[in-house]
T-cell receptor, first 110, second 114 residues
């Protein structure tokens, strides 16, 4: 699993509340990514980071923000959760050319 | 997740047959391509990769073919087994550029019939 831990693994939250998902890695990788996965859409890139405090937007960044204050942690925040953000969220790191994924966080917004 | 296969193109094959999964990629500047396998309830797992300066690469029971002219990628699985049943994604990246973004296709569900 390339030392990637996502937390929480499951979360149910109410519409309008802020939510933060955490991705933690233990192997000092520079690049980290957040994806969401929905039926019929595959994996879509939300945001990614190429170093501490260096982040950029992906394909579906609206409604999400990220922070990377230290190498090992990449946080994804839903500023005001909506039902359309119900999804499975995957964190990934890049090692060489490959991306290794965490186990995912299933988020349900009710 | 367990619903990732819904609404996906599906390839159904008999156990022991060869499988070919196809993918069209979008960015002609992409210089690196990867195939991932995703089983229900798990994150994607790396299968095989290929750089844009190659047109074929072989692994154990798998072969990836790249046709840059038509921006097409395929994954061939020899002697398909029930354990190969999963959703398969192609991904493209431009690692020679500034972004290092890895962009995925929508996936294909491979169903292996015993």
């Amino acid at each position: 699993d390339a030392g990637i831990t996502q937390s929480p693994r499951h979360k149910v939250t109410e519409t309008g509340t802020p939510v933060t998902l955490r991705c933690h890695q233990t192997e000092n990788h520079r690049y980290m990514y957040w994806y969401r996965q929905d039926p019929g859409h595959g994996l879509r890139l939300i945001h990614y980071s190429y170093g501490v405090k260096d982040t950029d937007k992906g394909e579906v960044s609206d409604g999400y923000s990220v922070s990377r204050s230290k190498t090992e942690d990449f946080l994804l925040t839903l500023e005001s959760a909506t039902s359309s953000q119900t999804s499975v969220y995957f964190c990934a790191i890049k090692e060489g050319g490959e991306a290794f994924f965490g186990q995912g966080t299933r988020l349900t917004v009710v | 997740g367990e619903n990732v296969g819904l609404h996906l193109p599906t390839l159904s094959v008999q156990e022991g047959d060869n499988s070919i999964i196809n993918c069209a990629y979008s960015n002609s500047a992409s210089d690196y391509f990867i195939w991932y396998k995703q089983e229900s309830g798990k994150g994607p797992q790396f299968i095989i990769d290929i750089r844009s300066n190659m047109d074929k690469r072989q692994g154990q029971r798998v072969t990836v073919l790249l046709n840059k002219t038509v921006k097409h990628l395929s994954l061939q699985i020899a002697a398909t087994q029930p354990g190969d049943s999963a959703v398969y994604f192609c991904a493209e990246a431009n690692y020679g550029g500034a972004t290092n973004k890895l962009i995925f296709g929508t996936g294909t569900l491979l169903a292996v019939q015993p």
